[in-house]
């Protein structure tokens, strides 16, 4: 079974700063994918960024991009010029890329409590 | 395009009895998973499904159930509550493709079981 580990529990950066968040995953399989996903205080679970394994490239949107080490199974997120929007639960997944119904999932991490000062 | 949706956004109940929760997807998506949020488990899988069947189903005891309709709507009932079925309870929906990867979150629902 997939694990995923989210190391900090609690990170805080100051407005307009840089902060990267940590992941390591644990697996088996060659195809799989990753994601960030943000939960602010209103609860709403949002997509912030998604990587597939077989791209080398790692995904960049605005503000957020990833650092993906394969060999390393680590995905960590950088978030650029910090915004007090910015402050939330961030959540690290993984999806198995193989089909099949054991592989509709995802697995979270325990997940980052963000804090951003202005 | 309206999200996913919802229903109730909040819910107390009282220990033994059942409760029903609504999902309604993103219109054209067919699949729809259901996630337990607790403070100390986390974000833990229910169950997937389908084009009205479940492909995939995590591991919680069978109080937990859930169908989908032929509008992909979903639906998922938990019987007997207990107190430590007390959670935010996620609904997601994925793209049209049956191996669709992306999952797009609801609001949930609050339940609290006293």
């Known amino acids: 079974a997939q694990t995923v580990t989210q190391s900090q529990p609690e990170m805080s950066v100051q407005e307009a700063e840089t902060v990267t968040l940590s992941c390591t995953y644990d697996?088996?399989?060659?195809?799989?994918?990753l994601f960030w996903y943000k939960q602010p205080p209103s609860r709403q679970m949002i997509l912030v960024i998604r990587?597939?394994?077989?791209?080398?490239q790692n995904a960049t949107e605005n503000r957020f991009s990833v650092n993906f080490q394969k060999a390393a199974k680590s995905f960590s997120l950088k978030i650029s010029d910090s915004q007090l929007g910015d402050a939330a639960m961030y959540f690290c997944a993984y999806r198995s890329a193989r089909s099949g119904g054991s592989n509709y999932k995802l697995t979270f991490g325990k997940g980052t409590l963000l804090t951003v000062n202005p | 395009k309206a999200g996913v949706t919802q229903t109730p956004r909040y819910l107390i109940k009282t220990r033994g009895q059942q409760v029903t929760l609504s999902c309604s997807p993103i219109s054209g998506h067919r699949s729809v998973s259901w996630y337990q949020q607790t403070p100390g488990q986390g974000l833990q899988f229910l169950f997937e499904y389908f084009s009205e069947t479940q492909r995939n189903k995590g591991n919680f005891p069978g109080r937990f159930s859930g169908r989908q309709f032929s509008n992909s709507r979903s639906e998922m009932n938990v019987s007997t509550l207990e107190l430590g079925d007390s959670a935010l309870y996620l609904c997601a929906s994925s793209s049209r493709t049956g191996n669709g990867y992306e999952q797009y979150f609801g609001p949930g629902t609050r339940l609290t079981v006293t």
């Open positions: 990587q597939e394994a077989y791209k080398q």
């Open positions: 697996t088996s399989e060659s195809d799989y994918y």
